[in-house]
């Protein structure tokens, strides 16, 4: 007993078939939300062309501003974290989270212009977004404290005095006197 194949299996790939077939375009389904045919644009009723109002654009590129500023504190917690879990061994990976928690956060501060360029130039929100700037820089430095620290625990950063015992001074107890020992 063979099995032939299914009708539409066989029109699916015969390309008589497909020409064959008119597609009839409908009213019936609506156009999804921000759909625009060619040549038309859309303008809300009583709007005129004058578009938005500057005060609309100054409120979001402070918006905008303070949504920059606010991702390393988004950072803190998770960096927190991966640094409790890479423990304190003299390995690769945990020098290196360390590492990388003081190199990312000195390349973004020294950034921090760049960063902020697509909201800069409005004289407007100068005041606002250089408030968002300096708690952006606040939150990379709290992101260098979590990587010193983890260098400090680590025991890779000289904090304490036997750290420097190579510059010390001797200290001499007999104080000149020579002692014979028979």
């Known amino acids: 007993m063979e099995l032939s194949p299914e009708e539409w299996v ?3 790939v015969d390309p008589r078939y497909i020409k064959s ?5 409908t009213n019936r389904i609506l156009d999804p939300p921000g759909f625009k045919v060619r040549g038309e644009s ?4 009583g ?3 004058s578009g938005v109002k500057s005060k609309d654009i100054e409120s979001l590129q402070v ?3 303070w949504q920059i500023a606010m991702q390393p504190a988004k950072a803190i917690p998770m960096n927190l974290f991966m640094s409790y879990m890479s423990g ?3 390995q690769i990976i945990p020098i290196m989270t360390a590492l990388m928690l003081l190199s990312g956060p000195v390349k973004s501060v020294f950034g921090v212009r760049k960063t902020f360029k697509p909201v800069l130039g409005n004289s407007a ?4 977004i250089v408030a968002a700037m300096g708690m952006y820089v606040v939150f990379q430095i709290a992101l260098m404290i979590i990587g010193l620290r983890k260098l400090s625990s680590m025991g890779l950063i000289p904090n304490t005095r036997s750290d420097w015992l190579s510059w010390e001074k ?3 107890y007999n104080k000149g006197v020579r002692s014979f020992i028979v």
């Open 170 to 172: 001797g200290v001499d």
């Open 47 to 49: 709007q005129d062309d």
């Open 125 to 128: 929100t100068e005041s606002q």
């Open 42 to 45: 859309w303008k809300p009723k």
């Open 10 to 12: 066989v029109n699916l």
């Open 88 to 90: 304190t061994s003299l």
């Open 63 to 65: 918006q905008k501003a």
């Open 21 to 25: 077939v008119e597609v009839v375009p």
